[in-house]
């Protein structure tokens, strides 16, 4: 069976600091992953999602980057964290291919930044 | 871009009563899917029910129902015998073209014992 991880669950950052938010998929291949963010109380905000390694599609402007450098692997990024980026993010994934349909997601990463 | 409208930020029900969330979306497009996801406070998102359009047929999953209105563009949730784990959030949410969820707002759902 598929099985999403998404670490660390918990972070506390300063301003200004990096910011490195990791996800892996397990039993499935070439899946579509993708990166949400949901602000405190409210719903979920598509920031980046990938049909394939090295290929990233961002939706929103805003400081932070994706990278998938394996199939089933999807980092979050930023090089200096802003107090706006608080949140809580969460990866999801399904599978490829024109019937998928279905996201799955990932626990959830909360992040505060200082 | 399509566009999910939940309208109710909050709703409360008795225990063992029912309940409908209201869900209203814009879309050109004659084929899609539609959802609801729930999510408890340990924040996990939960799909709780989904429903294709071109199937005239309302979704069903055990207590939970849907009253798909494809005309109306409306897609609300019912809960049956509610109970004290359906207290969550619930997000109605589109799927776009490219397999990418948009979501609504979201409702608070709240179950009185």
């Known amino acids: 069976s598929q099985t999403i991880h998404q670490w660390p669950a918990t972070l506390v950052q300063p301003v200004g600091s990096p910011l490195s938010l990791e996800c892996t998929v397990e039993g499935t291949s070439n899946p579509n992953l993708y990166w949400y963010r949901q602000a405190a109380g409210r719903g979920l905000q598509l920031l980046f999602y990938?049909?394939?390694?090295?290929?990233i599609s961002s939706e929103v402007p805003q400081n932070l980057s994706a990278s998938r450098p394996q199939d089933r692997q999807f980092i979050l990024s930023s090089k200096k964290l802003l107090l706006s980026d608080s949140g809580f993010y969460l990866c999801?994934?399904?599978?490829?291919?024109?019937?998928?349909?279905?996201?799955?997601f990932g626990a959830g990463s909360r992040l505060t930044v200082l | 871009a399509q566009t999910v409208t939940q309208s109710q930020p909050e709703m409360s029900v008795q225990e063992a009563e029912t309940v409908t969330l209201s869900c209203t979306y814009d879309t050109s497009e004659s084929d899609y899917y539609l959802f609801w996801y729930k999510q408890p406070p340990s924040r996990q998102m939960i799909l709780v029910i989904r429903q294709e359009a071109y199937k005239q047929q309302n979704a069903t999953e055990n207590r939970f129902s849907v009253n798909f209105q494809k005309a109306a563009k409306s897609f609300s949730l019912k809960i049956s015998d509610s109970q004290l784990g359906d207290a969550a959030m619930y997000f109605c949410?589109?799927?776009?073209?490219?397999?990418?969820?948009?979501f609504g707002a979201g409702t608070i759902l709240r179950v009185k014992s």
């Open positions: 999801a994934w399904n599978p490829g291919g024109a019937g998928a349909n279905v996201l799955t």
């Open positions: 990938s049909v394939g390694i090295g290929q």
């Open positions: 949410a589109y799927r776009e073209y490219g397999n990418k969820l948009v």
